[in-house]
């Protein structure tokens, strides 16, 4: 086996000569042909929301079961939308979706199968996007790197809370200096999940989070919390993730919670995942970030979304507070900010995105945005190196916590390019240039 020092060496070489640019643009496309793998709970929602999208054809739908399968195309069907082909079955039958005639291959099956659906969709000519997070391991995590610039296909981590509505204006306000220099953020995936998670018919297919979460230790779904702030600090564009240290603590209320619920064998488990992680990360440019993880502890649900600068700061949770001084700003004063600072994203889709819907709106800005950019060309508001960048901080963060809270290196997936990368502007669409349909 080769060490990180030689396989590094050799990633650089292959590379370096080749000078790649940032991925950015591809050619501009008439139909966007979309083929969906995954039909569970979360891919039947964006079945539903593409086919709002006038210029999407959802071609193909793929799941290893039948019946989501059937319930997708039924939800194609009522929209008016021509019937796709459909693929189930198997574990592998998804390849012969990506083999057919498409732009993009839309991804929302369990986490281990993201990277390699990615990394074959991109070999076979598609674009990628994949549902969160799209890697877990840090060879994954250079596996979608190496294949984005080998192929010059997108690869996006379907983020959607980059474009909740608190997040987009808070990049906005960012992006306008009301917060000063950035020195501190936080973030956090804290929701309650035992239930779901125990669940054996009707929740994850398989219980795959379930296995996920009695075999890894660390902070396994850092991309919500991290992606919003992530794009405030310019991460991968003129700053990015140095190092990390991450600690768990002991595991305690899923086993109370599993003994409440009469799941005696769960109650007994002995490498269930410690309740609450904390991850510090220190960024090049000098801020600190503290991301959690807790998916057990019957407390309410919170991202925290936290930024500090210094003229002020801003937090989501338990409510949207900001202040620029001492004092919280007053309701009014949240109210004019709110108008002062609307993201022009939301301000343009946001209405019509609360009808579609999908946590209240910012999966359908997540996905109008993702088409609206590759059927006009435009670089992707997240790319590979986000993705990368975001998604390695699970695996990262479980070395951590298995060596005590070591200061682990963040890989630099844009290979120095992070400190030329113009940081990502305040995007806007053109709803005229990609009608929405059957609302
Ligand atoms: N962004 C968000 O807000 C959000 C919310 C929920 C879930 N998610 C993510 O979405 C993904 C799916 O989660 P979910 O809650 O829908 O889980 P799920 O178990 O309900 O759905 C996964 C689906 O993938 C199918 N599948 C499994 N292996 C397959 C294979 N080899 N080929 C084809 N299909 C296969 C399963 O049959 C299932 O229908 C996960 O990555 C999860 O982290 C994201």
Known sequence: MMNATRTDFLRAAAFSAAAFPMLGNAKPVG?????IVGLGMRGKGAVKRLSKIQDVEIVALCDLREEMVSRAAKILADAGRSAAQTFFGTEEVWKDLVALDLDLVYIAAPWRWHTPMCVHAMKNGKHAATEVPSATSVDECWELVDTAEKTGKHCMQLENCCYDFF?????????QGVFGELTHAEGAYIHTLCGLIAKEDGGYQGQWRFHQNNTKNGNLYPTHGLGPIAQCLNINRGNRFEHLVSMSSQQAAFTA???????PEMAALENYRGDMNTTLIKCAKGQTVMVQHDVSTPRPYSRIHLLQGTKGMVRKYPEPRIALGHKWQSDEQMKELAAKYEHP????MGAIAKKVGGHGGMDFIMDYRL?????NGLPLDQDVYDAAAWSSVMPLSIKSVAKDSDRIKVPDFTRGKWKTNASLGIVDVDPAKLPVVGM
């Open 257 to 263: 919670w599993a003994a409440e619920n009469n799941k």
């Open 167 to 175: 997040e987009l204006q808070t990049l906005n306000m960012v992006r």
């Open 371 to 375: 088409i609206y950019c590759l059927k």
């Open 345 to 348: 994203l939301s301000r343009t």
């Open 31 to 35: 139909k966007i042909r979309v083929g």
